[in-house]
């Protein structure tokens, strides 16, 4: 099981898939992974509750306006750039991994993703991330998906912009 300490992102509008690279230049085995077009979509299909789940500031602000908040808290953590887009790169010499399953869990403030390869059970590498590198993740994510052409919303956290209709 490998640690990826750091992660980048390469989009391939030839694979149609957006290659999540781990531990790219910090001197660690190297991982790289084919995020399918699926498997992304319903991460950021996912995102707003798992964010407004993990994010006391999100889950305590009232409902008709947790959306603003999270893109907010996004926003914020686009201050700092812990995780990259890969451009210059050439890919052909490293074997990139179909990525099958990707599980996030919350606990002790950090975000752990695991990362499965097989349909078996068995774990292939994970990455222990802060609610900014989170952050950093999902928004690379969606930029893969608005360069790929892939149908999704301009804003991330546009999924519960309309309050429910409350009977008075």
Sequence with gaps: MTNLA????????????????????????????????????????????????TSEKVSRTPFEHQSA????????????RPVRQDTNLIHKDFQAH???????SFQKEQYRLSFFVADDAQLFAFSVLTRQEMHQILHW??????????????????????APTRLQ
Excluded: Y
Excluded at 23 to 34: A, E, I, M
Excluded at 70 to 80: I, K, L
Excluded at 141 to 162: D, I, P, R
């Design 69 to 80: 908040m999270a893109q907010f808290e996004h926003d914020v953590a686009q201050q700092t």
């Design 6 to 53: 750091s992660l980048s992102f390469h989009f391939d509008a030839v694979e149609d898939r957006i290659r999540l690279i781990g531990n790219l230049d910090n001197g660690q085995q190297r991982t790289d992974f084919w995020l399918t077009r699926r498997l992304v979509l319903r991460l950021l299909d996912a995102s707003p509750k798992l964010l407004q789940q």
């Design 98 to 104: 179909l990525l099958k399953r990707l599980d996030i």
């Design 141 to 162: 994510m969606h930029k893969g998906c608005l360069q790929l052409e892939w149908g999704v919303t301009s804003s991330l956290f546009a999924l519960n912009e309309q």
